[in-house]
């Protein structure tokens, strides 16, 4: 199979992984859709209005909701066991930045850092403490 994050900007229907259904689980919210390899620690997604994945979750195995860790590699040659330092040390400054922060709906949500490269954006999350990479998303508009 090819690169996971080759994915991006593909409709569905032109993913083997998609079209002959061996994801674990997909998710419907508001027109938006979800592809989740749970196993395989990935999550496809289509946003609302969309044709194409736009968006790809890889998950550490600290992530949990029956999501196992991603085995593949990251983007940016980032490491789930990364702390947020080592993180701008390789990367350097981010395009954007937020500690943890308490948001109404969702309660606290972890600290992040989000990097910009050509057309994709590279948004990590990492745990509170700041040691490793809960998870990271790669995304294009």
Not at 15 to 35: A, G, L, P, T
Not at 116 to 137: C, G, P, Q
Request: net charge negative; with cysteine.
């Amino acid at each position: 199979m090819k690169d996971i994050i080759d994915l991006l900007g593909l409709a569905p229907d032109k993913i083997k992984i998609i079209s002959e259904q061996k994801y674990d689980n997909i998710e419907e919210f508001d027109d938006r859709i979800d592809y989740e390899f749970c196993n395989d620690g990935f999550c496809l997604c289509k946003e609302s209005g969309k044709s194409i994945i736009d968006n790809i979750f890889f998950h550490s195995k600290n992530y949990g909701d029956g999501y196992q860790a991603y085995r593949g590699e990251l983007p940016l040659g980032l490491r789930f066991d990364m702390s947020r330092a080592e993180v701008h040390q390789l990367c350097g400054k981010p395009d954007s930045s937020r500690g943890a922060v308490t948001v109404p709906a969702l309660g606290t949500v972890p600290p992040s850092d989000k990097y910009v490269r050509n057309a994709m954006k590279i948004s990590i999350i990492y745990d509170f403490d700041e040691h490793s990479i809960l998870y990271t998303i790669a995304s294009i508009d």
